[in-house]
């Protein structure tokens, strides 16, 4: 089996927005799905290791693109594995259409952690370190690593959230894919008219739960860019606890 | 070409919810598609529709379930036209599982509208009233059709929300499976844990762009049995305005 995975998607119409582009949390999506797809064929996914009671957490998440993908377009993810440690792994993507043409890339950071006592595992522990055979060097993934999002104390609260239902996932944490349509939903319709999502950054620090309060706060830290903090007040009112960083940089259309 | 089509979907884990099955606004959202790939497939869909100024609105949409397929399942969705007049088509849905087992039922009635005046176009005029060739009347669909939403003048209100980015689809109105994420979220995680979704049904009766605050009214009508009003306060200030209204029967777990 290649050490690359490749799959297919197809931009849905209701996954695109008023440019009748693809939305940036539906790629996410893709791409999560991909990395899904991509491990468990490789003996390494959710499906084995949730009966051992571990899991993939992802930690980081960087995306830039040259273009959207238009409705109705077929494009693949393409995803490998970078590198991997004891505690992290990276794993890169291409996004790339039919025709060979390069819409964006990722970057992306996992750790392993245990479903009971929610403790960071071994990653090299499983098959005897099997992951390290699949790590691709050769593939380039011309786009920034992650960097720590710094906000000074200057950051204005700008939005104040209820999570529900809807922002859960199987886990009953709110779904990595729904803090990008949350954060993207801070910059109001008008914005997104102007300006193109170049690159979009999330940190996931710590999980939340559906019914904690999300706070978010925003600084522009250069011109059309934008550091984001989301803290979270949960319901038992246990104290505020920050549980991501995104930075996000528009450009000029 | 069979008068219905067929297509194959995934139980994505992130489109399903914390007891590990399909949220329901993702299952319209693939019911959407089906029915925009047998129309498309047809000669009746929006790529030949939306060049020539017209498009398909979807007016109601009524689900029901016996069971929600689990994360990870292959399903399909089969479509087909039960009935076209001069401003409605009747277009229903099946869910059936690669084995046969079939998971649930949808109704849905749309029309056509001109993109320019939005006003309702005479579906029969298009290719000579091509559609009544796909009529599919020997196929069953167990469900009852959606009824009026009765609703009283006691129904209290129970949120409003500002509309976004994220809510709003490729024509600027607000997308009608956010309608279906919004609705599921005025019920909390507690009541959705205790309680299954067995009918989800929903009367689209005016545009919402985003911008636009959504006020969502509530009553209970029978056990388990919730009426729901969506009433917008456009950013304007031009008055509120009903947009939908939905109904939807949870039975005990």
Redesign the interface.
């Known amino acids: 089996m290649d050490k690359i995975g490749k799959y297919l998607f197809l931009a849905?119409?209701?996954h695109?927005?008023?440019s009748?582009r693809l939305?940036m949390?539906h790629l996410g999506?893709h791409m999560?799905?991909a990395a899904?797809f991509h491990s468990t064929e490789r003996g390494f996914g959710?499906?084995y290791l949730n009966p051992i009671h571990k899991t993939w957490v992802l930690s980081r998440l960087a995306v830039e693109m040259e273009e959207m993908p238009v409705?109705?377009t077929k494009f693949f993810v393409e995803t490998w594995v970078e590198g991997a440690m004891k505690y992290f792994t990276n794993r890169n993507f291409r996004v790339v259409g039919e025709d060979g043409r390069v819409f964006g890339y990722g970057r992306s950071v996992w750790a392993m952690i245990d479903t009971d006592t929610r403790q960071p595992q071994d990653i090299l522990a499983i098959h005897d370190g099997a992951i390290k055979g699949w790590i691709e060097t050769g593939k380039e993934c011309p786009i920034e690593k992650s960097s720590r999002v710094k906000m000074s104390a200057d950051a204005s609260i700008v939005r104040t959230i209820d999570t529900?239902?809807?922002d859960?996932?199987?886990?009953?944490h709110v779904?990595?894919?729904k803090y990008i349509?949350h954060v993207?939903?801070l910059?109001?319709?008008e914005w997104?008219r102007t300006h193109r999502l170049k690159r979009f950054e999330i940190a996931y620090v710590a999980e939340s739960h559906?019914?904690d309060k999300l706070s978010f706060y925003r600084e522009e830290t250069a011109e059309g860019e934008f550091c984001v903090r989301i803290v979270k007040s949960p319901a038992d009112a246990s104290g505020d606890v920050e549980v991501c960083r995104s930075k996000v940089k528009f450009i000029n259309i």
Chains 1, 2 share one sequence.
């Open positions: 849905e119409p209701f695109c927005d008023f009748h939305f949390s999506n999560l799905n899904d959710m499906t409705q109705y529900g239902y809807s859960v996932d199987v886990n009953g779904n990595s894919v349509e993207l939903d910059f109001d319709i997104h559906g019914g």
